[in-house]
């Protein structure tokens, strides 16, 4: 029994993985759009959980707050306010699917093509080793969560914060084209 308990703990990043392909797979295949809203949540929820049997802590909670707290409380937020009856009786979202289907696969194919030396090829040593100059005085192992947010709130600022102003523009974007005209 114990030995199965270890067996299980040092493989937690592929369960976590499998489980968020099964997430992320029942998020596209789902016909509606609140449960593909749950798929992702469940999705991005797992992938924390990669994070976090990597000892990234602070990528796990990251990904917990931002992407399964906020993104998907925006997407819910998005999903009420479009109708989307108006869609279905179009047929708009109903011709895609073969057409989806084959992109995926294409692009699937087209970046294992040329990232297949990258993905399957043996790792370089300089890989797995942080900067000397992000790591300054810094014990990694310990404290992970100083070297990211160094990282991120001194080299990788400006990125950061044109993201949320792109996530402010698709909320307001997705109320103006949600309203409805009054008369």
Known sequence: MEHQLETIGRNMFAIFGVM????????????SAVHSVLGFLFAMLCV???FLSLDAEFLGMAQILVYAGGIVVLFLFVVMLVELSKFKEKGVFQLQTRSAVIAVIVGGVAFLAAFRNLLFGTASPEALVLR??????LAVAQQNAQAVSRGLFSDFLLPFE???????VA???AVVLAKTERV
């Open 20 to 31: 968020a392909l099964c997430g992320a797979a029942f998020m596209v295949a789902s016909k």
């Open 48 to 50: 924390a959980g990669c």
């Open 132 to 137: 000397p100059e992000l790591a300054q005085g």
């Open 162 to 168: 044109i993201l949320s102003v792109i996530l402010l």
């Open 171 to 173: 909320l307001v974007g």
